[in-house]
Structures are given as C-alpha cells and as structure tokens.
C-alpha cells in the first residue's frame, strides 16, 4: 500500500485489491467481516453515532480515526435538525458504496473516470412509521439513484459499469434483500 | 500394456483404464482409449446414457441444433439440419455408439467408494472390486438438483419440487406454481406449465440470455463460427466465474425465443430472486431491474462479437433483440396464502454426486479440484464438466477435443508411471539384495 496514489488509475489501487482477492480466494475465512458501529442517544430524536474498530482479515482492526455521525429530524418533525435523518444516512451509504463500485470496476476495466456524479432519491408513505395504515410500511416504497458519469469509454461501457458496480455493491444488497435483524436488550 | 500388478482377492480386472460414466463423455473417452490401445472398462450405475432416460422431462429437446450432436467417429444425421434432437433419441444415439464401436460398458455397476491404495485406483461396486492405474471421472455434473437453503423456510402446506421431478405439467398437482430460477430449466418449465394453463411465478435472479436465431443462422453456428466455443479454459480471466454460468435461456426450438419478454406477454409473472420466506410471505429480491441490464447488456456484447463474422460471411441483417422488459414495481413480497402459490419448483441448477469418491480432491464447495480435468491426484482426470478446458466443454459435441487431450495426458502419465513402477521394482530388489550381502 505504499505506492503513489497519484500514479494510479482513478486513484484505485488496483493491484493491491486484486492481490487481497486472490489470497482471500485460498483463506476465505479471512473474508469475514464484521463491522460497527456505537450510538448515544442526545436529545430529542437526536443520535451521535461512532465508528472506529471492525473486525476483518482474522483480526481486529481500526480506522485511522474515529468518526462521529449525528442523525435528527428536520424542523417540520418538530426536531432540532442537528443532522441528517437516518434514512438519509442510508442514501449517503448507498451512494458512497456504488460510487466506489463505479471506481472499482473502471479501473479494473482500465477505463479513466473525470467526474462520477449520482443523484439519489427515496420514496417513503410516512403514514407507515406513524402508525396511521398498517399497510403501508415504514421503509423506502423505492429507491432512484442517477448517475452522471464522464469517462472516456463508451455509453454502453458505463451502463456496463454502473451494471457491475449494482452486482457487487453491498448497500445495494442490503436495501434490496432482506436480513435477519436481532435487537436485544443488554440486562 | 497392462503392467504387473498385485491384485486383491476380490479384485475382477486389472486395467490400465477405469472410466466412471456412460454418458457421452464416459463413451467419448472409451472410444478414444480404444483408438489408443489402452484397456478399460466403463463402469455405469444404470444404462447408458443413464441421466438422459431417467432423469429428463418427457418433452425435452436439445438446446443445441442436431448437426452439432457429434462424438469422435460419429455424429447424428438429421435430415432438418436444424432440428433439436429430443432427449430419447440422443439415448438412442448414445446406445447406438457403444454397440457399434463394442465399448466396454458394464451396466448396473455402480461405483460405491473409489480409493487409490499404492499407486493403483479401486472402484468397489456392489459385486466387485476393480483396479486401474489412471480413473476418469465421466460421472457427470448434473447428479443432483442444487437447491438453497431457503427451500427449509418454505411453510409444510407449500409443494416443493426439482426438476427430477417432473416430467409433465400433469406432475404438478396444483395451479399455482413458483418456479426459482431463470436459467434454460427454469424458463423450459416456465413455458410448459403456462402453456397448460397454469398460473406462473418465476423468481429471476442472474442469467445469461441468448436469442435462438441471429444473423439468419442459430446461435450455436455463431457460437461455433466465431471461436468462442474453443475459447480454452486457461485464457479466461475468471474461470469460476465461467464454470458457474447458468445454462443459457434457450430450448430446443425454433421460434419463438425463450425470454423472459414472450414468458411475460403470456401471463408469467416476474419477481426478484427468491431470498426467503418470513412470517408466510415469500421475500424477493428488488435488484430484478440489474440482473436484467447485465443479462442484457452481456448478450448485446456477445451480439456484437458475432457481427463481424457475420459481415464477412455476407449474413442477413436482423434486429437485436428487444430489452427485457418489466413492471415498474415487481413485487417484492408475496403472502403464500393470497399469491395462489402452491408449489415451489427449484430450478436452481445441478450439482455433481462425488459422496462415493474416497480421495481427497474437492474443495470447500464440494468440486473437483483440477486443472482442465486433470485432477490434483496423479491418474485422476475428469471430463465432462462446465468449461473443463473450453466453453464447449459440456456441450455434446464438444467433448471430443477434451478428451483427446485428457486421453493424450493419461497416455503418457501411463508411460512414465510404468518406468517409476519397474524402477521402485527394480531399486526394491537391489536394496534387498545389498541387505542381504550386508548379513
């Protein structure tokens, strides 16, 4: 990981990846991953939320530093609007998890990225969180991202690409399949 | 050929050879063992071509064109170049094979537990014990249906089904059907049950689209024109990639094309890729949408591959195929009890049968590990498998490039490993002679 960003494609370090992908390909228990996150409730619906340590490549491992999130709900919800809401959060992850897709597969394709830009969009019937129709849930009715992109390969290269970065993204997996959730309460 | 070799008392023939399968790859490799003089047997649990008259459902053609159903030193006339050869009568052919080149087929020996004891191999069947110093597997990749987890989800009142199981739409007993799957399977099935009348749900999840007819000829004579069939397994950027492929969305049919647009128009209803089923609703996936674009996306490149050769050999033009289209909203969720789905069919690919190979050479997945088919134990080879050594691999007429290279590879091992035998024979002795002068 010490060769000059500046030499690489689109800033992606390619060769560091594709060597991580191979030697997990022969110690695939390395592969598994466990990510987390530490929340404090504030005031009102306002959350900080931190994230540092995870666990990865048989061990535990750190950012390079701790990073403090606040989530709240704007003013028309009779909150302070000391952040984003949380399912705006959830955009935020998406977007950041099929842009570095898009990165990732350009590169591996040797393709030279000038400006990737994705606009995100979720519809929600907020009659579903409160309670008004029991038939309406409370999560996205759908989601739109729309990506700018100028590169220098063809259209159908970059609807190839953006394509690939969808197969392989995991916030795309997450909001598009289910998962078993578990809340407890530590006595 | 056949060197000097202890036998166990229960032991019936020695050979150089043992062949595992006969199926066209099983009977490929006898015909090419005879061609090189090499003692065999081919051991096949049921009949020849086995699979293909037990396992099939009872209208199931070909998805390859009939001109392409050729084995080394034959090959099927059909006088409508262009047909699909329905499954009974590639058992027939298959038959026909090994009775006029008199391959050494021993039918009803099922093969038990193949061990490799001091340089030699044993299949123990029911009645005997055989021994060989090199195997091929020819056992197929097909044995078993592969289906998910999920299926343990699925509430008791739901049918569940493989496609072992069915023959007919009369095999399935209810209206409603959920088929998982969008591979030739899924869709063959898809087509059949909706055609009788039946009310059809198909859970889409990646797939590999092809139109029948291209430029004025089938595919497969694109596929073949253009080199892509030969491509080898050592050129591919991601051969697991390539070996896990679904089976193309075709059928043995002319017209009309096999897609998930025809299915549609007649009433199939599209989902996501089944991922569960909680609280008695089954749960779909929301990425229909992409697995469609790259399905899409990936056939537009092929098409484009094709086209040049095409143009150089003055073909037709023709249109490229629509994209698949979708509602605006497929559903993500179904309730079991108000969505008429009765029965679940698991169209979810196959998976090979190795429960009986005592040799340690699968890897975490349960596949062989091996490189274009020969396997990580000296003598050990396969053949028949998804792109083994080439995208034709698995196809009928592209075992025979195979095997003749499987076959070539086992001919010299053999000579090499008879030249280490006699050597360790010979060094044996010497050092016993020399202990003895010692005394």
């Given at each position: 990981?010490?060769?000059?960003?500046?030499?690489?494609?689109?800033?992606?370090?390619?060769?560091?990846?594709?060597?991580?992908?191979?030697?997990?390909?022969?110690?695939?228990?390395?592969?598994?991953?466990?990510?987390?996150?530490?929340?404090?409730?504030?005031?009102?619906?306002?959350?900080?939320?931190?994230?540092?340590?995870?666990?990865?490549?048989?061990?535990?491992?750190?950012?390079?530093?701790?990073?403090?999130?606040?989530?709240?709900?704007?003013?028309?919800?009779?909150?302070?609007?000391?952040?984003?809401?949380?399912?705006?959060?959830?955009?935020?992850?998406?977007?950041?998890?099929?842009?570095?897709?898009?990165?990732?597969?350009?590169?591996?394709?040797?393709?030279?990225?000038?400006?990737?830009?994705?606009?995100?969009?979720?519809?929600?019937?907020?009659?579903?969180?409160?309670?008004?129709?029991?038939?309406?849930?409370?999560?996205?009715?759908?989601?739109?991202?729309?990506?700018?992109?100028?590169?220098?390969?063809?259209?159908?290269?970059?609807?190839?690409?953006?394509?690939?970065?969808?197969?392989?993204?995991?916030?795309?997996?997450?909001?598009?399949?289910?998962?078993?959730?578990?809340?407890?309460?530590?006595? | 050929?056949?060197?000097?070799?202890?036998?166990?008392?229960?032991?019936?023939?020695?050979?150089?050879?043992?062949?595992?399968?006969?199926?066209?790859?099983?009977?490929?490799?006898?015909?090419?063992?005879?061609?090189?003089?090499?003692?065999?047997?081919?051991?096949?649990?049921?009949?020849?071509?086995?699979?293909?008259?037990?396992e099939r459902w009872d209208s199931l053609r070909?998805?390859?064109?009939?001109?392409?159903?050729?084995?080394?030193?034959?090959?099927?006339?059909?006088?409508?170049?262009?047909?699909?050869?329905?499954v009974?009568?590639?058992?027939?052919?298959?038959?026909?094979?090994?009775?006029?080149?008199?391959?050494?087929?021993?039918?009803?020996?099922?093969?038990?537990?193949?061990?490799?004891?001091?340089?030699?191999?044993?299949?123990?069947?029911?009645?005997?014990?055989?021994?060989?110093?090199?195997?091929?597997?020819?056992?197929?990749?097909?044995?078993?249906?592969?289906?998910?987890?999920?299926?343990?989800?699925?509430?008791?009142?739901?049918?569940?089904?493989?496609p072992f199981d069915y023959r007919s739409p009369d095999s399935?007993?209810?209206?409603?059907?959920?088929?998982?799957?969008?591979?030739?399977t899924?869709?063959q099935l898809?087509?059949e049950l909706?055609?009788?009348?039946?009310?059809?749900?198909?859970?889409?999840?990646?797939?590999?689209?092809?139109?029948?007819?291209?430029?004025?000829?089938?595919?497969?004579?694109?596929?073949?024109?253009?080199?892509?069939?030969?491509?080898?397994?050592?050129?591919?950027?991601?051969?697991?990639?390539?070996?896990?492929?679904?089976?193309?969305?075709?059928?043995?049919?002319?017209?009309?094309?096999?897609?998930?647009?025809?299915?549609?128009?007649?009433?199939?209803?599209?989902?996501?890729?089944?991922?569960?089923?909680?609280?008695?609703?089954?749960?779909?996936?929301?990425?229909?949408?992409?697995?469609?674009?790259?399905?899409?996306?990936?056939?537009?490149?092929?098409?484009?591959?094709?086209?040049?050769?095409?143009?150089?050999?003055?073909?037709?033009?023709?249109?490229?195929?629509?994209?698949?289209?979708?509602?605006?909203?497929?559903?993500?969720?179904?309730?079991?009890?108000?969505?008429?789905?009765?029965?679940?069919i698991?169209a979810?690919?196959?998976?090979?049968?190795?429960?009986?190979?005592?040799?340690?050479?699968?890897?975490?997945?349960?596949?062989?590990?091996?490189?274009?088919?020969?396997?990580?134990?000296?003598?050990?080879?396969?053949?028949?498998?998804?792109?083994?050594?080439?995208?034709?691999?698995?196809?009928?007429?592209?075992?025979?490039?195979?095997?003749?290279?499987?076959?070539?590879?086992?001919?010299?091992?053999?000579?090499?490993?008879?030249?280490?035998?006699?050597?360790?024979?010979?060094?044996?002795?010497?050092?016993?002679?020399?202990?003895?002068?010692?005394?």
């Amino acid at each position: 990981m010490t060769s000059n960003t500046s030499k690489l494609l689109n800033g992606f370090n390619l060769e560091a990846v594709l060597g991580a992908r191979e030697a997990l390909s022969v110690a695939p228990e390395g592969a598994m991953f466990i990510w987390r996150a530490q929340s404090r409730w504030m005031n009102g619906t306002h959350t900080e939320s931190a994230v540092n340590r995870f666990f990865g490549l048989g061990e535990e491992q750190e950012h390079l530093r701790e990073f403090i999130y606040d989530t709240d709900h704007p003013e028309i919800f009779a909150a302070e609007d000391e952040g984003p809401t949380p399912v705006e959060m959830v955009l935020v992850g998406l977007a950041g998890c099929l842009t570095a897709g898009v990165a990732s597969v350009a590169s591996n394709r040797n393709i030279e990225l000038h400006s990737v830009n994705a606009t995100l969009e979720a519809g929600m019937d907020i009659q579903g969180i409160m309670g008004l129709d029991s038939d309406v849930r409370n999560g996205f009715e759908n989601v739109k991202v729309a990506f700018d992109i100028e590169a220098d390969a063809s259209d159908e290269d970059i609807e190839a690409i953006v394509a690939q970065s969808q197969k392989r993204s995991a916030v795309y997996d997450i909001i598009a399949n289910p998962t078993n959730v578990v809340v407890s309460v530590n006595s | 050929m056949t060197p000097f070799i202890p036998r166990a008392s229960s032991s019936r023939v020695c050979d150089d050879v043992i062949v595992i399968g006969a199926g066209h790859a099983g009977l490929a490799t006898s015909y090419l063992l005879t061609e090189a003089g090499l003692s065999h047997v081919v051991l096949e649990r049921g009949e020849t071509a086995n699979a293909w008259k037990t396992e099939r459902w009872d209208s199931l053609r070909l998805l390859t064109p009939s001109w392409l159903t050729r084995l080394p030193g034959a090959r099927y006339l059909d006088e409508a170049d262009d047909g699909f050869m329905h499954v009974s009568e590639l058992a027939d052919f298959l038959d026909d094979y090994a009775k006029a080149f008199r391959l050494p087929v021993v039918s009803g020996a099922n093969v038990t537990s193949l061990r490799r004891r001091r340089g030699i191999f044993e299949a123990h069947t029911e009645s005997a014990v055989w021994q060989a110093r090199t195997v091929v597997l020819a056992s197929g990749a097909f044995n078993n249906p592969a289906v998910p987890k999920i299926a343990e989800q699925m509430p008791d009142n739901l049918m569940q089904m493989t496609p072992f199981d069915y023959r007919s739409p009369d095999s399935v007993a209810t209206d409603g059907v959920l088929i998982v799957g969008a591979s030739a399977t899924g869709l063959q099935l898809a087509d059949e049950l909706v055609n009788a009348g039946r009310k059809v749900t198909l859970a889409v999840g990646e797939h590999v689209r092809m139109p029948r007819r291209y430029r004025g000829e089938d595919i497969f004579y694109w596929l073949h024109r253009s080199g892509i069939h030969d491509q080898r397994y050592d050129e591919l950027d991601d051969i697991e990639r390539g070996r896990n492929l679904p089976s193309p969305q075709l059928m043995g049919r002319r017209s009309p094309d096999l897609d998930l647009n025809d299915l549609q128009n007649r009433g199939v209803q599209l989902t996501g890729k089944l991922l569960g089923c909680r609280e008695g609703r089954l749960l779909f996936s929301g990425g229909l949408r992409n697995v469609c674009a790259l399905a899409d996306l990936k056939m537009a490149r092929l098409l484009k591959q094709i086209d040049p050769i095409a143009d150089a050999e003055g073909a037709v033009q023709s249109a490229a195929p629509v994209a698949t289209r979708l509602e605006n909203t497929p559903p993500v969720s179904l309730d079991i009890n108000d969505s008429s789905i009765d029965t679940v069919i698991w169209a979810t690919g196959f998976k090979p049968d190795y429960s009986w190979l005592h040799i340690p050479v699968l890897n975490h997945k349960g596949l062989l590990r091996h490189d274009g088919g020969i396997v990580v134990c000296p003598g050990l080879y396969a053949l028949g498998l998804p792109l083994l050594r080439r995208r034709k691999s698995s196809f009928i007429f592209g075992i025979e490039d195979d095997a003749r290279d499987i076959v070539s590879h086992l001919t010299s091992f053999l000579k090499t490993d008879s030249r280490r035998f006699a050597d360790d024979l010979y060094s044996d002795a010497h050092t016993r002679a020399s202990a003895r002068r010692r005394a």
